[in-house]
């Protein structure tokens, strides 16, 4: 089940990568990250990070997440957020621009599962079915989940039961989000 979800995340990380060296010439960059370690890092120049994916060094599990909260996670969620380090990636799926959610450190990847914790907590006690994010949208309220029951990837209105189906798999998903970049650098 994981490998499919491992071999889009693949391909959409290289198209991404393609589209910065055409379009601007280089490695993908981030402001945002500027300044915060990484094995990521090829380069820095004054004002932002020039990256590539590197593979992942943590363990490839979500396990303290589950045992957090007491819950079984599907498998292809840590595939995804544990296949390689990289920068947030951007990109469209059909109308909706989204920001694909990465894991840059070893020390991210422990922030990142406080998060996943924080937000299954909050929907437990929301008694909400459990979803794990994996992408944002321009709104602060939108994200983009993989629900935990069903695999399916959602567009998820936070702390409500507002819940649209974008795609019916995490690796479908993947398959149909065209890389864009937010503003060259």
């Known amino acids: ?17 393609d589209l910065w060296q055409k379009q601007v010439g280089h490695e993908p960059a981030s402001e945002e990250l500027y300044g915060v370690p990484s094995p990521c890092i090829v380069r820095t120049d004054d004002r ?4 590539l994916p590197q593979p992942f060094g943590a363990e490839k599990t ?29 990109g469209r ?10 894991v840059w450190s070893d020390e991210d990847f422990i922030r990142l599962q406080e998060n996943l914790i924080g937000h ?6 929301l008694k909400l079915p459990p ?12 994200m983009i989940s993989l629900c935990n029951l069903s695999g399916e990837v959602l567009l998820e209105h936070f702390g409500t039961k507002d819940r649209q189906v974008l795609a019916p798999s995490l690796a479908e998903f993947l398959h149909g989000l065209q890389p864009r970049i937010n503003r060259p650098v």
């Open 120 to 125: 299954l907590v909050t929907q437990r006690r």
């Open 48 to 51: 932002a990070v020039l990256w």
């Open 62 to 90: 979500l396990a303290n997440v589950a045992r957090a909260i007491d819950i079984i996670l599907r498998e292809e969620c840590s595939a995804f957020y544990t296949e390689q380090y990289a920068g947030d990636m951007a």
């Open 93 to 102: 799926f059909g109308d909706l621009e989204l920001t694909l959610i990465q």
């Open 131 to 142: 979803t794990l994010f994996i992408a944002t949208t321009e709104s602060e309220m939108d």
């Open 1 to 17: 089940m994981t490998y499919p979800v491992i071999s889009a995340l693949t391909q959409f990380t290289s198209s991404f990568i």
